[in-house]
């Protein structure tokens, strides 16, 4: 069961935008264990399938606000070349890297968690304990964006939504459209 209440998440957060922090969460953060642990109990073509997934809601918001910037959905194409065995890894590792890059070169703070979000998610190919830097970083994100007072509801809900998801592609891993790389199906 995922819960949102664990050791009021909000005075954690709280104390790291108090320290001034740029990341608001943690991968040892009391609020993420359980949603930690239930990715963590995933194949690692669900978790890919589940990251990619959510990687692409991110890239897609990004390229509403910078239409000329294709950095983020090149990283999460080359991701899923690469999870399909279609690329080799230093391609991707090198739009993963350019993703990284451009959260450098902007100044919204919740735009730079989106980058980093997008790059986090397709780094889960290689290591599925990228995977929680997603939520880590849009969770992030969607504090930067509704503020610290309206934020609850909202990082709350897709916590809840990342759940949900893990949960269906840890049940439908296998009906896929990929035709996944040898290392994938280990």
């Known amino acids: 069961m995922i819960r949102g209440d664990t050791a009021d998440w909000l005075d954690e957060v709280k104390e790291r935008m108090k320290r001034k922090n740029q990341i608001l969460f943690s991968k040892d ?5 359980d949603l930690a642990d239930l990715i963590g109990s995933q194949t690692h073509r669900a978790i890919v399938l589940w990251a990619l997934e959510f990687a692409k809601e991110a890239a897609d918001t990004l390229l509403e606000t910078y239409p000329e910037e294709l950095r983020p959905q090149e990283a ?48 889960a190919v290689h290591a599925p ?7 880590i970083y849009e969770l992030t994100a969607i ?44």
């Open 29 to 33: 953060s009391a609020f993420l264990a």
């Open 76 to 123: 999460l194409a080359a991701s899923s070349a690469w999870a399909q065995g279609k690329v080799k890894m230093p391609a991707a590792q090198k739009a993963i890297l350019r993703c990284h890059a451009f959260a450098k070169e902007i100044g919204s703070p919740y735009d730079i968690a989106l980058c980093h979000a997008v790059g986090q998610a397709c780094g």
């Open 129 to 135: 304990g990228h995977a929680i830097g997603f939520p």
């Open 143 to 186: 504090i930067r964006k509704c503020g610290v007072d309206g934020c609850r509801e909202p990082v709350e809900k897709r916590k809840a939504q990342y759940a949900e998801r893990i949960i269906y592609w840890g049940g439908h891993s296998t009906d896929s459209p990929y035709e996944w790389a040898d290392f994938m199906l280990k």
